[in-house]
């Protein structure tokens, strides 16, 4: 029964083509969204608990393989991943999505972190954080203007900085999001580099609107780590293994 760290719209696919191959998985949510949209596998949903807590996960279920699908910047999570099945002599297989290329048009700038970026925004600026509710503590420096972070679930705490939560569930389109930014006056678009088309209509948006644009690079994988880019690569990997343990 192979594990999958889902989380992703690339987790979403492999999962339904692991279900129709009929290949024994478990899917596994952290638990970051409070509803999330079903997996069609058996899914269990909240942290492990740290390393300890997997390798008691890994102890008491029949994993002969696991395919770390998590999010690009969920860095501990695959870093704990790949030291806990490196120890164990687990096959282990990274999906990650290719970070986003420019395109004729774009104002992008490309940064190490949230300190850098927060250096690069001028006072009087108006942003649009796509960086997620845990970034939130990352941006106490930030002298913007006006700043707003897109959310999912409906915040239960202040928003800390002059500005708002903007509460949203994706897919979003091109058109939205353009008009989301003209009516919130952005200037400033902050990004993490997460890759993929789903959520690229931001970038499109403020390319038609001139928008800078500043990105934050995804963590390095851990040495030695394999990594594919696409689900179709992964299910390879899945079905070679299954046959192979047949």
């Known amino acids: 029964m192979i594990l999958l760290l889902a989380g992703t719209a690339e987790a979403r696919r492999l999962a339904v083509l692991l279900a129709d191959r009929r290949i024994p998985a478990i899917a596994s949510l ?3 969204t409070r509803e999330p949209a079903p997996l069609p596998l058996p899914t269990r949903i909240g942290g492990f608990g740290g ?3 997997f390798r008691a996960f890994l102890d008491a279920h029949p994993v002969p393989a696991v395919i770390d699908a998590s999010h690009p910047f969920a860095a501990r999570i695959t870093a704990r991943t790949h030291a806990v099945c490196a120890a164990r002599a687990l096959p282990l297989l990274r999906l990650e ?32 954080l796509a960086t997620g509710r845990q970034s939130l503590p990352a941006w106490a420096n930030l002298q913007a203007r006006a700043a707003y972070l897109r959310v999912i679930d409906p915040a239960t705490e202040p928003f800390p900085l002059p500005g708002a939560y903007v509460t949203a569930r994706p897919p979003f389109d091109v058109p939205a ?37 500043l990105i934050l690079r995804r963590p390095d994988p851990p040495e030695g780590l394999r990594v594919v880019l696409t689900v179709e690569e992964a299910l390879a990997w899945a079905v070679a293994l299954s046959f192979s343990s047949a």
């Open 51 to 53: 390393a300890e807590g």
């Open 177 to 213: 999001e353009a008009a989301l930014f003209k009516r919130l006056a952005i200037t400033h678009l902050v990004v993490k580099d997460a890759g993929g088309p789903d959520s690229r209509p931001k970038l499109d948006a403020a390319r038609d609107l001139g928008l800078d644009v």
């Open 97 to 128: 999505r290719p970070a986003w290329t420019p395109e004729p048009g774009d104002r992008w700038t490309h940064v190490a972190d949230e300190a850098e970026a927060s250096r690069l925004i001028p006072p009087d600026a108006t942003v649009f």
């Open 30 to 32: 952290a638990g970051a």
